[in-house]
């Protein structure tokens, strides 16, 4: 029998409780959610706080999101099985490993980090963790990474100034872009993009706080 202050219970909670709060809409969510266990992208003082719905530090100034940001987000990229996907932050690596989940074995994502420390911490994690379909890169994300361009989607887990033109056009045709846009150290705005030919749909979603995109297109 499991105790119920194991992490699975505390996840199960958590995951619950996201639910009955209307975040998590989608069954698809739900269990990635659950396959997820965010203690392993934590370092070891802060393992028993993995399942409060909050930011926690993860080192050189950054912080792993919030468990409802990552749930929100993941609702709102509407990812499908296969889907080729381009993180910009990869952080502890945990909102890819959410992702990644989503987007299901025959899929990938590719996450782009600038610090170089973050960037070897969030791939031992996702090596840790299992999973293989996410690819981590050291680098600015601020100019996306044209490399593996295109994608089916791509996401920010930063705040941007704006969304530059060089990082829409690695966007596929019907793919959906997710971009955390405003002031550095502000209230931001998630708005989601959908590329249509030439015509890019705007959507203005919910109100956020990330820390901010550094790079030559960012801050
Ligand atoms: N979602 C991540 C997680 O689950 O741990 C946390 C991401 S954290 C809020 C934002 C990340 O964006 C930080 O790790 C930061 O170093 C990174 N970042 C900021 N500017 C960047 C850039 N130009 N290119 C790549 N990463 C950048």
């Known amino acids: 029998m499991r105790s119920l202050g194991s992490d699975e219970a505390k996840r199960a909670r958590l995951v619950n409780d996201l639910k009955e709060e209307g975040i998590i ?3 698809k969510v739900k269990d990635a959610m659950l396959a997820v266990n965010r203690e392993l992208f934590m370092d070891i003082p802060l393992k028993t706080c993995a399942y409060l719905d909050r930011p926690l530090p993860i ?3 950054q912080t792993i999101s919030a468990p409802h940001m990552v749930a929100i987000m993941a ?3 509407l990812c499908k099985e296969g889907n080729r996907v381009l993180e910009i932050g990869s952080g502890s690596g945990y909102h890819a490993a959410v992702v990644s ?14 610090v170089h420390e973050l960037a070897m911490c969030a791939e031992r994690n ?3 963790a299992g999973i293989g379909n996410i690819t981590i890169i050291e680098g600015d994300g601020s100019l996306g990474y044209p490399e593996k361009a295109p994608y089916d989607r791509i996401y920010y887990t930063c705040a941007a100034p704006e969304i530059p033109d060089r990082v829409m056009d690695q966007l596929a045709d019907g793919g959906i872009l997710l971009g955390v846009v405003g002031p550095s150290g ?4 998630l708005i989601r993009y959908t590329k249509e030919g030439e015509r890019v749909k705007e959507e203005r979603l919910t109100r956020c706080v990330f820390v901010p995109l550094i790079g030559e297109l960012g801050y």
């Open 25 to 27: 809409r989608s069954r």
């Open 101 to 114: 989940h989503l987007v299901g074995p025959e899929g990938h994502v590719y996450s782009i980090e600038r």
């Open 186 to 189: 502000g209230v931001q705005r």
């Open 126 to 128: 996702i090596d840790e």
């Open 59 to 61: 080192g050189s100034g």
């Open 75 to 77: 609702e709102e990229l």
